[in-house]
DNA sequence: GCGCAAACTTGTCGCGCGTAAAAAATTTAT
DNA sequence: ATAAATTTTTTACGCGCGACAAGTTTGCGC
């Protein structure tokens, strides 16, 4: 096989041609000539060379890594659109790097800094929202090409990719007041997402749109472990009787899973049919969702659409340089199973 | 403020001082005189200069870089997993990088070549198993030390680090045959995770051990839908008369899940009661088992533990240098809930 | 005060590659 | 066949830091 390569200038004499070149091809295949191309290609499957990342990335004015950063990647719903944006990144010839900032605001700002150090050409971030530290994001915003998604923070970063609150709360409130008695409201007193906040804003306006008293319970608790959360804060909520009526929605579908636990202890049935005590809706599309018992009714993001578009835009704004500030709220989908 | 620092020179002229001790400064803080550190820390938060990582790592004979591999991110099972080993990592001083296999031969071995060209001081690897490309793996653990962990591949790498699938098997069949009829396994037909066969010759074994004659269901289905293959499979083998008595010991919690689902879609009560129709239980202490309706008996990963040991065993080899190829099991915990 | 080790400074080299400019070779158009 | 356009080569420099060697200062125990 020859002897081994160590670095690009003895593969290009390997290849019979000048490193610049073959600096070229890797920097972008398409920029050398098909025949260049195909003797470089066929000297890689012979030599296993790979150029050396870091002395490739330290000159170049933008490399190709992409920052994916998530609040708390053990959550099913980030671990998915995790799993789709990398995928997405690599499919359009970057580098992801996947960041969990853990549910941690130091560790998100150290994930920062360390994303900086690595002149990523573009970040996709979804913030902690509450426990964030504004001013170092602004400022992380301000250095590194910056899409946010999933939770808003003011207009920060080049654009906005998210789900459509409003329009999720709507639909389901929409089609539990259609359905059965109006719902109850249940969410976390402290949630760690701003989303809740506008979740339970869409409740109230969507309850008085349709001429119902709203009524929201909020339990207490801190932290990434919903569904216990929920299920403690239920109990309690049965025991104080805030849980007037028949019907509740859920500010996610993590806090359903929860809470049809305690409903479970409690001997309450759920379900949609006259012999269930209660209905449970929940939002998100969990992927379990489909597999509680019963199956949860839910409105589901559209995954799929959610990181398409945020990549996508991202990837435009790398082309085309920084245009004005956009949010797109992308909507979701009724998912009618048993619970409600 | 003073003007921007650019890079480790202009650093140390700011400080005061000379920039090979910097840098012997950011190699271990401990290293330089406690003066010294404190003047460096003192510059550190005046100007927020940080060392460009890829100048770093360049030519340092090791870094402190660390990857961890998994199978499958969105799996509840290796996000908490990893969750817990990015931590460990973080505060033993070394700079982990997560890595999602996707469930994708190709990508598994993409990983392993972008790993080499990280020259990591270590890497806890989870193989994808059965899919693994045994070739790639074998060579690439030649290169990099490289813990295996969760699913064995021979003796690769310095060493191994997982449940103990038999101690899993074995408490939970004993335990089931206790309390009630010995119980049929339920398993996939091709699992992605050579665990999965363990198990079933544990099953077995328990099972003639106690005097009982092993029932083994397995379903068809590829990938990592394990809920969903578990239901539909189940559905099957409901109908086809394959599940002989009443108690189910799933091979995996997700698999437990869907099963339960499809008991639900059947009118099949599960629990451990005299009122329910069959007894469930699953292994692997999945985040969500305790939040089943009714909450799913399992035998529960010492998460805490088994990252723990992978971590430090890891960081020893490191610094001691290549020693024997050794295993570690770690045994689980019954978790007795309402399901059997 | 002495002596000595540890800590620091100075200076210099090289890592592997990006990048730029000018010269040479090749392809394409006329 | 020749001119024009494109691609490749040559040459040269620099990035930010690690590593090393030799000399200088500092701290510390006696």
Not at 135 to 156: G, M, Q, W, Y
Not at 160 to 178: A, E, P
Not at 210 to 237: D, L
Request: contains cysteine; charged residues 25%; hydrophobic residues 40%.
């Amino acid at each position: 096989m020859g002897a081994k390569i160590r670095n690009m200038e003895e593969f290009a004499a390997a290849v019979g041609i000048s490193r610049p070149t073959v600096s070229k091809y890797f920097h972008d295949p398409e920029s050398v000539r098909p025949t260049t191309r195909a003797r470089i290609e066929a000297a890689l499957e012979k030599y296993d060379y790979r150029p050396n990342i870091f002395a490739m990335n330290q000159n170049r004015k933008l490399t190709k890594n992409v920052g994916i950063v998530v609040p708390y990647l053990a959550d099913p719903f980030f671990a998915e659109i995790a799993r789709i944006l990398e995928t997405r990144c690599i499919e359009a010839g970057y580098r992801p790097t996947l960041f969990s900032s853990h549910g941690s605001t130091e560790l998100e700002c150290e994930i920062l800094d360390t994303l900086r150090s690595m002149k990523p050409a573009g970040v996709l971030l979804a913030p902690l929202g509450r426990a964030t530290d504004r001013k170092a994001l602004e400022n992380f915003c301000r250095h590194v090409p910056t899409l946010i998604f999933d939770s808003s923070v003011e207009e920060f970063g080049i654009a906005f990719v998210g789900s459509d609150n409003f329009q999720f709360t709507r639909v389901i409130t929409d089609y539990l007041c259609r359905t059965g008695s109006p719902p109850v409201f249940f969410e976390m007193k402290t949630p760690a997402n701003p989303n809740a906040h506008r979740r339970r804003q869409a409740y109230i306006q969507a309850m008085e749109q349709f001429g119902h008293e709203p009524h929201v319970v909020s339990v207490p608790g801190e932290g990434w472990a919903f569904e216990e959360i929920a299920r403690r804060g239920a109990h309690e909520a049965f025991e104080a009787g805030q849980i007037t009526g028949d019907t509740i929605l859920c500010s996610n579908d993590r806090l359903a899973i929860g809470l049809m636990t305690a409903c479970y202890e409690r001997g309450l049935r759920v379900g949609r049919t006259a012999d269930c005590a209660i209905r449970v809706a929940g939002m998100d599309g969990h992927p379990l969702s489909r597999f509680t018992c019963p199956p949860l009714t839910t409105v589901a993001h559209d995954y799929e659409n959610v990181a398409q578009k945020a990549a996508t835009t991202l990837f435009e704004a790398l082309r085309e340089g920084p245009g004005p500030w956009k949010s797109t709220r992308i909507e979701g989908k009724l998912v009618m199973r048993d619970t409600a």
